[in-house]
């Protein structure tokens, strides 16, 4: 179950992808956008596969993994891609596969990898879409969205304005599934782990999991939320029963619940090392110096984000010694006074 | 207890920063000088003083490139240690290309023992990172790092700041190194102050989400040692989610270190701790 695009050379994937905007007709309805290249993983269910690269304009902002889900009445999408540009594909590459329209939207996270090209889905149906996504997802992008569009200007040299950042219309507190006729999603917002905003789709029929970026694979995982969260929700994600899972980044697979082995080695050893580091007084910039990737795995990227996660690991972890009860709530001019460890002899 | 005074000067280099406007696109570190922002806090904070560049009074140390935009460690060093005769008596930390590029002005006094601090700093953008001391004779020395911002999903807010504000003013205090290996008398002791905010710099009112939050941050540290001031500092959201400080004082004798902490909020926040040197 392996998606064949991952594994096409990139000339020949190109090839093909050209070969179809020829063929197709729909295309046209579209201008001249090329699609995407997706494979259905499952009946139904379309994957395209990003590069397993960090974002940027090497890569045309590919490196998510994006997808779509169709039923009887109309079609989901999971995922629009790091630019706008990519969202088009994905659109075009949505009206080969079928002429149903585009009922739902959902943004796994706020990631930029995974959400600006949301703007190309704005009018791909009437109604319009509804875009969907945990209900943490609008403050965490809110906070930065300034700074998707500064990167996106400064490293792609495309200008977005604020107004075509798109915000969820369904916020998912806990679960809520979506019926795309005889066909439904089921749809979970996490506790924070990859980020303060993760969400998963289930589709029920073919047992298929988008677990976005709850799993990496091959990428190293690259962690902006919690650590003990993340390695606390992978437990509750093995329960699952998943025939086939497509990851954030990496190869789809079928391995379940294998495939969520080396990230939790890796999520696993990065807490013992950074416990070790604490309690041996390294400061942050030190813990970054000395602790290594775990010998013996074949990441991708670790040059990019490990010394990254680490200092995430170390900023969360720090923390956690000695859990005392929370603070009385301070109130203007009030003082209210801890006691700090005793030092010295 | 509270300067305010010393607060007009932070807030009025953070209004310049904003309208400074697009902030500068620039992907090399080739020419300090010519950073135009650079230019208007040089000239508001320092005049026309002259400022060496020498490196035999101060050190920066930052990474090449921010691993993670919300928490990036910078280390300052000074070369001597404060005597009444000659000491620091402040560093400005200042990140050109942040929307408030003051990030943080120290004080330091002799009973610092030395003026060394550590910090996690948020880098919004490629950019210069300077540390000015300023030593108790007037004279102006810096050490300039060029820090290159980090790629996509990283960002200077942080990652989760309902959790950062569920423990809002817990506080960390402690001294470094064993009773053990404890220096001489002479010899200054580390300390490290961590303290659990948000340290947010707000968000304006978003017209799709209709979210809107205040600014949020720790401004003013002050720490004293028995009746001695050994470090404060005017700080603001530069500074990384809960700000993390190391930097040393010289203790005498039996005596409580203790931490002020105020945000822009005015809460305060307070925490101790007794320290007596071994024998």
Redo the contacts between chains.
């Keep these: 179950m392996r998606g064949t695009s991952s594994t096409l050379p990139r000339w020949l994937a190109q090839a093909l992808t050209a070969a179809l905007l020829c063929a197709s007709a729909s295309a046209q309805r579209v201008g001249a956008v090329a699609p995407l290249a997706v494979t259905q993983v499952q009946p139904g269910v379309f994957v395209h596969i990003g590069a397993l690269e960090?974002?940027?304009p090497a890569n045309r902002g590919d490196v998510a993994n994006l997808g779509f889900v169709v039923g009887s009445r109309c079609v989901a999408v999971i995922d629009s891609g790091?630019t706008p540009g990519i969202g088009q594909a994905l659109r075009a590459a949505v009206e080969i596969a079928t002429t149903l329209p585009v009922c739902y939207v959902v943004h796994t996270h706020a990631?930029?990898?995974h959400m600006l090209g949301a703007v190309a889905f704005v009018d791909a149906s009437r109604p319009a879409p509804q875009f969907v996504a945990s209900a943490?997802f609008?403050?965490?992008?809110?906070?930065?969205a300034p700074?998707?569009l500064?990167?996106l200007?400064?490293?792609f040299g495309i200008a977005l304005t604020?107004?075509q950042?798109v915000?969820p219309s369904i916020g998912v507190a806990n679960t809520m599934d979506i019926d795309l006729g005889d066909r439904v999603l089921a749809l979970r917002a996490w506790p924070?782990a990859h980020?303060?905003n993760d969400l998963s789709v289930y589709d029920r029929r073919t047992r298929t999991l988008f677990a976005s970026d709850l799993l990496f694979m091959r990428h190293l995982p690259?962690l902006?939320?919690?650590l003990r969260g993340w390695i606390s929700v992978m437990a509750d994600l093995k329960g699952l029963d998943v025939a086939t899972v497509v990851p954030g980044h990496g190869p789809v697979s079928s391995d379940w619940p294998a495939a969520v082995d080396a990230q939790a080695d890796y999520l696993n050893t990065l807490l013992r090392d950074t416990r070790a580091a604490l309690r041996n007084?390294l400061?942050?910039?030190e813990a970054?110096e000395r602790i290594g990737t775990p010998s013996g795995s074949n990441w991708l990227l670790t040059d990019?984000f490990h010394?990254?996660n680490v200092?995430?690991a170390y900023?969360?972890l720090?923390?956690e010694e000695d859990d005392?009860p929370?603070?009385a709530a301070?109130?203007?001019?009030?003082?209210?006074?801890?006691?700090?460890?005793?030092?010295?002899? | 207890m509270i300067n305010t005074t010393r607060f007009l000067g932070i807030g009025t280099l953070l209004v310049l920063g904003l309208c400074a406007g697009a902030r500068a696109q620039i992907k090399s570190g080739d020419d300090p000088e010519a950073s135009p922002i650079w230019q208007k806090v040089r000239a508001s904070l320092f005049q026309s003083r002259p400022i060496a560049s020498t490196g035999d009074v101060i050190s920066l140390e930052a990474p090449v490139r921010a691993d993670d935009a919300a928490i990036v460690p910078v280390a300052i060093k000074t070369r001597f240690p404060q005597a009444s005769s000659r000491y620091v008596d402040k560093i400005y930390l200042i990140i050109d290309n942040n929307p408030s590029p003051v990030a943080a002005v120290f004080q330091f006094t002799p009973s610092s023992g030395r003026a060394d601090i550590e910090t996690r700093v948020r880098i919004d953008e490629y950019t210069h990172v300077r540390a000015v001391a300023e030593t108790n004779d007037g004279q102006l020395h810096m050490s300039t790092r060029f820090v290159k911002a980090s790629g996509g999903c990283s960002a200077p807010p942080g990652k989760d700041a309902q959790a950062a504000l569920a423990t809002l003013g817990r506080m960390k205090f402690r001294v470094e190194g064993d009773a053990a290996d404890t220096p001489s008398a002479s010899q200054p002791v580390l300390a490290q102050l961590m303290i659990s905010h948000p340290n947010s710099s707000g968000l304006a009112m978003d017209q799709v989400t209709r979210l809107f939050t205040p600014a949020h941050f720790v401004r003013q540290i002050r720490i004293t040692y028995g009746a001695q001031i050994v470090m404060s500092a005017d700080v603001d959201f530069s500074i990384s989610e809960n700000p993390n400080f190391r930097f040393y004082f010289l203790p005498r004798g039996d005596g409580e270190l203790r931490a002020e902490v105020v945000d822009s909020n005015d809460l305060r926040f307070t925490s101790a701790l007794k320290y007596r040197r071994p024998e």
């Design positions: 960090d974002w940027g790091g990631h930029p990898d943490g609008a403050r965490t992008l809110t906070a930065r700074y998707y500064n990167a200007q400064r490293d604020h107004a950042i915000y924070t980020t303060d690259v902006d939320g919690n007084r400061t942050i910039q970054v990019r010394r990254r200092t995430a900023a969360e720090e923390w005392p929370k603070p301070p109130s203007p001019a009030a003082s209210s006074a801890h006691s700090g460890r005793i030092g010295g002899g």
